[in-house]
């Protein structure tokens, strides 16, 4: 199975701020890499598909990069609602695996 | 406005069987997989089965498979997840998800919990 690593588990920043979360996954998944948004006692939202393609009617704070092993989201100006657990998920290979989630507060 | 509908969790002995349904509108069912995901509680997301949009092929990881059966119904809209065998590593909110081609989750339920306890 292929493993994803996030980091960090946790992560407390100020509004209008800029955050950075990564993900690592064990072997290439060729950008196959979805990020989800699960805000507090919420079913979780996909935000970004295909590594990078921001999904409709997320904000264009929102974005995703990265390729082979290693990828990122980032959240411009921190704003009080993006408040979330984040998961990153790849769909290269079967069984789909989640990285861990990053609990992300406000500071 | 897509809508996606669980029912069936509660509460259930190790060992019994539970099934889960969901429905779906908004939106054309039998155009889309669909995916159940779990979520233990406080704990993080697991990908649980996933049918193709005809129902002709399913997939499932090691950890439910033989258990679980992913089945639907596309003249009804409605998804089922039947557990059988069911353990308590078993319990968390399960998710009904609409699934674009296998790749990514685009739509995903309220969820149902289901909780595996004498």
């Known amino acids: 199975d292929i493993q994803m690593t996030q980091s960090p588990a946790s992560l407390s920043a100020s509004l209008g701020e800029t955050v950075t979360i990564e993900c690592l996954a064990s072997?290439?998944?060729?950008?196959?890499l979805a990020w989800y948004q699960q805000k507090p006692g919420k079913s979780p939202q996909l935000l970004i598909y295909y590594a990078n393609s921001l999904n409709d009617g997320v904000p264009s704070r929102f974005s995703g990069s990265g390729s082979g092993t290693q990828y990122s989201l980032k959240i411009n100006s921190l704003q009080s609602e993006d408040v979330s657990i984040y998961f990153c998920?790849?769909?290269?290979?079967?069984?789909?695996?989640f990285g861990g989630g990053t609990k992300l507060e406000l500071k | 406005e897509v809508q996606l509908v669980e029912t069936g969790g509660g509460l259930v002995q190790p060992g019994r069987s539970l099934k889960l349904s969901c429905v779906a509108s908004?939106?054309?069912?039998?155009?889309?997989?669909m995916s159940w995901t779990r979520q233990a509680p406080g704990k993080g997301l697991e990908w649980v089965a996933s049918i193709t949009n005809s129902g002709g092929s399913t997939y499932y990881p090691d950890s439910v498979k033989g258990r679980f059966t992913i089945s639907r119904d596309n003249a009804q809209n409605t998804l089922y997840l039947q557990m059988n065998s069911l353990r308590s590593e078993d319990t968390a909110t399960y998710y009904c998800t609409r699934d674009y081609d296998g790749y990514y989750l685009d739509y995903w339920g309220q969820g149902v919990m289901v909780t595996v306890s004498s």
């Open positions: 998920q790849q769909n290269y290979d079967s069984p789909r695996t």
């Open positions: 072997e290439d998944i060729y950008s196959n």
């Open positions: 908004g939106f054309t069912f039998n155009n889309y997989w």
